[in-house]
């Protein structure tokens, strides 16, 4: 019995262990109208996911509050924010380009002010995922080498 439970707390640990992160980490640095640094202070930032196209539908949207440090960077993890429309994990990433917009208020309300719009494009992990995909037998093949 006890191997069994064993094998089993090893496959539920290497499943969970496996899960890709749902999320994107973003980084910028807040200014305010005149272009002054938002040293040190409270902001709010709203992000969307736009579909297809920069002017395209929001399918997702959500807000953070968080604190800029003294050269006034933000650091913030996009999914993992409070919601305002939509599922960031049931987004729908294989149905044509996605754009991420991205709002800003520098006295940490909800008067957003856009701070631009931009194509989310690859990140190297994501090549190599794809090319994956394209190997044909590969797990067979390795296995011949043993």
Do not use: C
């Not at 707390?9 to 973003?26: E, R, S």
């Not at 090319?131 to 011949?144: F, H, I, K, P, Q």
């Amino acid at each position: 019995m006890k191997p069994v439970l064993i094998a089993w707390w090893m496959f539920i640990a290497g499943w969970v262990t496996a899960q890709i992160p749902q999320g994107i980490k973003y980084q910028a640095v807040a200014r305010n109208e005149s272009g002054d640094i938002l040293t040190n202070q409270q902001i709010s930032i709203r992000v969307s996911i736009l579909d297809s196209a920069a002017g395209g539908q929001s399918v997702y949207s959500e807000i953070h509050k968080e604190g800029t440090n003294a050269y006034g960077l933000f650091s913030i993890e996009i999914g993992r924010g409070l919601s305002l429309m939509g599922d960031f994990t049931a987004i729908s990433w294989a149905t044509g380009k996605k754009w991420l917009k991205v709002e800003l208020d520098p006295a940490g309300g909800s008067n957003y002010a856009p701070m631009g719009i931009s194509e989310l494009l690859s990140v190297p992990y994501a090549f190599f995922a794809g090319s994956a995909l394209n190997a044909s037998g590969a797990v067979e093949d390795s296995t011949d080498e043993l």
